[in-house]
């Protein structure tokens, strides 16, 4: 037989059938960010929750502005600030349980503090120690992490871990808009879908990562949108509303605990100072951006609801001022102190048994630091 008699021989069986894997339509996002403040929605949200944000996001912002006075003081070696993301620091860390854990970045140190992490601890790392400042395990708050990203994965590891041994635990991961275009971002979206772990991931999308505005990070319709590619549930949510990020992350929370498995929500909003104070902002973006971001001021749209509602009044605008006021000086004043570092604990926590190694090093410093001393002495 030819080999044209037996192509025309030959009968093409259909292929296996193809069912697509689930309906993408329930994960993909709104098309707009869900906002509460000023909508009819906010008249179910509960009074006491909208005051008890309101009080910190007053004293977050006031944070924000004492840790980057502190910078110019030399008493601080970094700040990244998150004032104009207070709404999402806080509304975001009063949505989990005490049982609950947060893993931040080096932004994060408002949700830090508001876990009840001590402020001053919550800045150690920011100071330049050399050990994170507070015990992760008093408050269930990881490390705040610098290298990008890095604190999903473990956050994954962390919940995907408490969910093998039957704790009823959900993580909360915090990151930058910048931080999504890392492969860990990827890794740990991936293994929170798959294996259904109880996590939240949190994108602050705040406009830039450090000089680079969003449209040069991602060519994504949104980053909401990312999850459906993962099969996990995307939300898309004002950044500046602090009721909506309670109530979308509240959901999120719940519905991981209840083995729904992980949601990535994006949380639009606007970094209002520079990336940190060694970055001059004014290089990059114009005023009337910054200027248009103001208006939308996470604080003056709480402020605006309660007062309309008769919830809050000029008295209690005052109560909160004077407040962070106090928060404050206490920190102006504690930082202001000259920790009392011992060089030789550098080589403690590194591993649970130092290796000789360490061991080596340490008895190495210590002979040099006596030496100084005796050269000092004499
Ligand atoms: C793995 C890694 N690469 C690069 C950096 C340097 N770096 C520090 S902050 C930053 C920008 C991050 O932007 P984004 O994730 O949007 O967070 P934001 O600072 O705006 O909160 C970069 C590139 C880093 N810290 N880690």
Redesign the pocket.
Known sequence: MTVMEQRGAYRPSPPPAWQPRMDPAPLLPDAEPHRVLGTEAAAKADPDLLRRLYAQLVRGRRYNAQATALTKQGRLAVY?SSTGQEACEIAAALALEERDWLFP???DTLAVVARGVDPVEALTLLRGDWHTGYDPYAHRVAPLS?????QLPHAVGLAHAARLKGDDVVALAM??????S?GDFHEALNFAAVWQAPVVFLV???G???S?PLAK?TAAPSLAHKAVGYGMRGRLVDGNDAAAVHEVLSDAVRHARAGGGPTLIEAVTY?IDA?TNADDATRYRGDAEVAAWRDHDPILLLERELTGRELLDEEGIAAAREDAETMAADLRERMNRDPRLDPLDIFAHVYAEPTPQLQEQQALLRAELEAEQEGGRR
């Open positions: 990244p970045s080096y932004r610098t290298p990008l990203a890095t990151v930058g808009d910048g931080g999504t890392e602050q999308n705040n830039f990562a450090i680079v990070q970094r990336h």
